[in-house]
Structure formats: C-alpha cells, structure tokens
C-alpha cells in the first residue's frame, strides 16, 4: 500500500505492519489503522501515524525507558481484545507530547497504548494510579 503522509511523505505500507486499534485512540475513536515509523535504531523515539488520516501523527515512546518503575495493570479483557497469549507479548507506549521548549517534553502515563505486535492489535487504556499523569515530565532535569 501506498500511503501519502504530511510528515513523511511517501510511504510504501505492508499489511503485516498495519496495526488495528479496536477501539480508537481516546479522543480520536474514527482512527483505527496506524503504523509504527522508527525513523532511527538510536532514538527513543516512534511515530504513530494514522492511516485513516494523513494529517495525524503522535510521538510515542516506551515508557520504561524514562520511567524504569513505571507500573500499570492490563485487564485480562484488554488482553483477550488484543489476542495477546502472554505479557511478553504486549509492547507498551505512551503518547509524548512536544513543546516548543523541549525541556518540557511529556508523557501520557494515565493513558498507554498496548500494542499485540503479534497480531498488529492495539488499545489504548486508562490507568488508575493518581501518581500518574496526562502531562508527566520526561525530562529528568526539568522534573
């Protein structure tokens, strides 16, 4: 598949890499189909673009990278809706929101994305742990 992103530009899409979410993204419920795009090995950072809209991309990351004691719970109805078998099976991420000051970067770790990288199924679910939140700093020096 051909796809025509205004971040990316041309991109050439294989169907094993298209991963569904079930339910959208929260706020964003009509995106269903996205991609992953690692533009280089050594940065934290990925792109989820939107296949559904080429104007809508968000910068995402593993949390534990940033926060090595970050902890969520995941149903085992949102384990069944991504068909994981096992929890090695789960990819995490969370929504990095970039200022214009990049001091300021944040995560949103009330609101990860899990991602079957198995079966190219995602959710993105609520966490309910109030030392979490929507604007965390990500930035050890500006925390």
């Not at 991109?11 to 890499?17: H, Q, T």
């Not at 940065?43 to 926060?67: H, M, Y």
Request: proline letters at 5%; glycine letters at 2%; charged letters at 25%.
């Amino acid at each position: 598949m051909i796809f025509e992103s205004k971040n990316f530009g041309t991109l050439n899409i294989e169907d094993k890499n298209i991963v569904l979410f079930v339910d959208g993204l929260i706020g964003f419920c009509e995106l269903k189909k996205v991609i992953i795009i690692t533009p280089q090995e050594d940065t934290p950072f990925r792109w989820l673009q939107s296949l559904d809209n080429p104007e809508i991309v968000f910068a995402i990351i593993n949390p534990l990278l940033f926060f090595p004691d970050y902890k969520i719970k995941i149903t085992k109805a949102d384990i069944d809706l991504i068909e994981a078998k096992t929890l090695e099976d789960i990819q995490i991420y969370t929504i990095v929101t970039i200022p214009d000051n990049f001091s300021k970067l944040t995560a949103n770790l009330l609101g990860p994305i899990i991602i079957n990288a198995n079966k190219c199924k995602a959710k993105q679910i609520v966490v309910d742990n109030s030392s979490y939140s929507t604007k965390h700093l990500l930035l050890s020096d500006s925390r």
